[in-house]
């Protein structure tokens, strides 16, 4: 057996390691992540270093190979740790090791620091006095002028000294030899500002909060460390709960990570728990520099913050002695990489609290499937919170509009009568409202005005996606049909591509309610740094009636004001080409709900649908997540898609075509062959979605099973069988497990 072995963990260092071949004695000890002593070069001194992965071949000639002297005994680094993790990364969601290690470790480089340098006296007053006259009397004019400062201060910027005084390094050395004066330097983090007015010492929970909080308290201080599920309707408080587990968990010594989704990583958010844990709180985001994401994780690693704040990169905060992992909004996709290794932060924070001895804490009011699923089966703990925390605050008034019916009756404006003249006593009123364009970037789809329709693929139960040369298709299977001329269901010919944008929607309301003051969020508003405070604070503030948005408006915002919430077009996520797309209907509809009547004031919600008597929706219209839950998983179980069966996602793409069909029909070929095979479900291969990018081709096969095992084995044959073939080099695979 053969180990490769990374000499040093610098993260610069990541793409180069070496093979060693391992003693017979030491078999048993070696796996991915230990520390070993190694020879290395013509040293005569063994060096450190960690192994990487273990493999059965050597990768050069056998009799060249060195060998491992020893296993470096006693704790577990932190730097193993994360080897472990990454390994466990690759073998799970099927990625290379280097692609593993650039994940969990994502700072590549260490970026320079910024230092602060202050220069201090070393003379007492006497010896000073007669350090200055000695200065003037040979005329060293600059010495004299940083002497005569420090009869005045004790301890002088170094850019003063370099700036106004105008003294080099090369006139200060004298002075530092001598022992007259110490030039002293400390580390100055890049800290991503945060301000407010201190911080407090408590939360007041209400009874059903205190319950949770002190459960969860009684079990951690039991040794129970487990993951748990905070199911709790919008405003029911959730966070409140999460800062007094966080609490608890710090005294005990120990360090919490916080994963919110970057789209509701707000100013607003950070400053709750800021003001409750002060500058123990550090918070990373996309946004920050790679200087400001490497100061955070090196105050983590030094012990300087004990609370980490961020988006799904934050789960690998380098902290020594993690205690907690509170994932908030766990139900949203932001939680799932598109990147290899493809792995969902759920997942991999169980592992990661596993290897720690540390608790989960997932929580949303509307969770994923996956999650309640496990919770109902005893897998989590599940603890629900069913009532808003604030007495004087009720879950607003739901209804839904047909869009079939406004058109019948001549109305073919983006508002319905309903919502327009709500929206015009808000304005009188001089409340606020929210209007939320339910569009996630998905492709168009084509429905009929007249009965709501959308074409759907007869094997796969998805919407067709429309593409340019005015074809349908199915991306799961392959079906394709040309537009049709009139609606299969009815017959009318009022049938088209669904699909408009913020932007059309902000021109709209202005034209509309031309006295109104209107503020639009999406991509393009926020795409500078700090684009969302900006917007946030200003409505926040009062400085716009109406606020028109994606999907960003909707997450964990408290706007006492807001008493209208507009969801324009609830079925443009309802027809995405994705198994989850009614989950994720209910769950954007909810939370968008949830914005209203947060504060004394009634709320009032006006869903607009061409599909009013979809689950989905007439579920979200009631708040009711058991019978929406009830009904997913039924479909979920007819057609074996999550959490009832596992499905693994293979990807093949390579340049020319002829390639690519070759290797997809041989991976499925295989996979039949296979004993774990057997009674796999095998869909494909077909074209991805996009099926040609920076001219690459894509082909998909999709593999359901209950067992979610014996996908890890047929991945793990997959991946070795590929390596045998003549186009391994020639061809990419990317596995994904849904």
């Not at 409340?431 to 364009?437: A, D, S, V, Y």
Request: aromatic residues 8%; glycine residues 6%.
């Amino acid at each position: 057996m053969y180990a490769n072995v990374i000499i040093d963990i610098s993260h610069e260092k990541l793409d180069r390691t070496f093979q060693y071949r391992i003693p017979e004695r030491l078999l048993a000890e070696i796996t991915a992540g230990v520390q070993v002593l190694i020879p290395f070069g013509n040293s005569k001194v063994p060096r450190k270093g960690y192994v990487i992965e273990v493999r059965e071949k050597a990768e050069f000639d056998p009799e060249k190979t060195k060998e491992i002297i020893d296993v470096v005994r006693g704790s577990v680094s932190l730097a193993s740790q994360q080897i472990r993790l990454a390994w466990w990364m690759k073998e799970r969601y099927g990625s290379t090791m280097n692609q593993a290690l650039k994940t969990v470790l994502p700072v590549k480089q260490q970026v320079r620091q910024k230092e602060k340098k202050v220069l201090k006296c070393l003379l007492s007053r006497e010896e000073l006095e007669l350090a200055v006259a000695e200065a003037a009397r040979k005329h060293y004019k600059a010495r004299e002028r940083l002497l005569r400062a420090f009869t005045e201060m004790e301890e002088i910027p170094y850019e003063m000294v370099t700036g106004q005084m105008n003294l080099t390094a090369a006139s200060m050395k004298p002075l530092v030899e001598k022992g007259i004066i110490s030039v002293e330097a400390e580390t100055m983090y890049r800290n991503p500002e945060i301000s407010g007015s201190g911080y407090k010492t408590a939360v007041s929970l209400n009874p059903a909060q205190t319950a949770v909080a002190e459960d969860f308290k009684n079990r951690y201080d039991q040794g129970i460390r487990e993951t748990s599920l905070l199911y709790g309707v919008t405003g029911s408080g959730k966070t409140e709960v999460y800062m007094e587990m966080i609490r608890h968990v710090l005294a005990k010594g120990r360090q919490v990570i916080v994963l919110i989704p970057e789209i509701a990583l707000t100013y607003q958010t950070v400053l709750r728990f800021y003001r409750q844990f002060g500058r123990q709180v550090s918070v990373i985001n996309s946004r920050m520099s790679a200087g400001e994401r490497y100061d955070q994780f090196e105050r983590a690693e030094k012990g300087d913050v004990t609370v980490m704040i961020g988006p799904r990169s934050a789960l690998f905060t380098p902290f020594p002695k993690l205690g907690l992992i509170v994932i908030d909004e766990e139900h949203e996709s932001a939680y799932k990489s598109e990147l290899s290794p493809r792995y969902h932060a759920r997942e991999t924070a169980e592992e990661l609290a596993r290897m720690n001895g540390a608790s989960v804490v997932l929580g949303s009011a509307t969770p994923s499937l996956e999650a309640y699923t496990r919770a109902k089966t005893g897998q989590y703990r599940l603890y629900r919170l069913a009532e808003r925390a604030k007495k004087d605050s009720h879950m607003a008034k739901v209804s839904v509009v047909d869009l079939r019916e406004e058109l019948k009756r001549g109305n073919k404006s983006i508002f319905s009568v309903q919502l327009r003249e709500a929206m015009e006593e808000r304005l009188k009123n001089h409340e606020q409202i929210m209007l939320f364009l339910n569009r996630r970037g998905y492709s168009t789809f084509v429905s009929c005005r007249s009965c709501g329709e959308a074409i759907r693929c007869p094997h796969c139960d998805v919407t067709l996606t429309l593409h340019r040369n005015q074809h349908l298709k199915c991306h799961y299977c392959g079906y394709e049909i040309p537009v049709p001329p009139r609606c299969p269901s009815c017959g009318s010919p009022y049938i088209a591509g669904f699909g408009t944008g913020t932007q059309k929607i902000e021109t709209m309301v202005k034209q509309v309610f031309p006295e109104a003051r209107v503020l639009r969020m999406d991509r393009d508003t926020t795409s500078q740094k700090g684009g969302h405070e900006e917007i946030l604070s200003a409505f926040a503030e009062g400085g716009a009636d109406i606020l028109v948005g994606t999907q960003m408006i909707v997450k964990g915002h408290d706007f006492p004001n807001v008493t209208l919430v507009g969801i324009l077009a609830a079925d443009l996520s309802l027809y995405s080409s994705d198994f989850r797309c009614g989950e994720r209907t209910f769950q954007l509809l909810t939370q968008a709900a949830g914005r209203a009547g947060r504060g004394e004031k009634p709320g009032e919600v006006i869903i607009q649908t061409y599909s009013p008597e979809q689950y989905s929706i007439t579920c979200a219209a009631d708040q009711d997540y058991d019978s929406f839950y009830t009904q997913e998983m039924a479909y979920r179980q007819i057609l074996h898609y999550p959490p009832v069966f596992q499905l693994l996602t293979v990807m093949i793409a390579a340049k020319e075509e002829p390639v690519l069909d070759q290797a997809a029909k041989e991976m499925r070929q295989w996979v039949k062959e296979m004993e774990e095979g057997a009674d796999v479900e095998l869909i494909g291969p077909t074209e991805a979605t996009v099926y040609k990018v920076h001219d690459i081709y894509r082909k998909i096969l999709y593999l359901k099973k209950k067992n979610y095992d014996i996908l890890i084995r047929i991945k793990d044959r997959l991946e070795e069988k590929v390596q045998e073939q003549s186009w391994n080099g020639k061809v990419m695979i990317q596995f994904d497990f849904a």
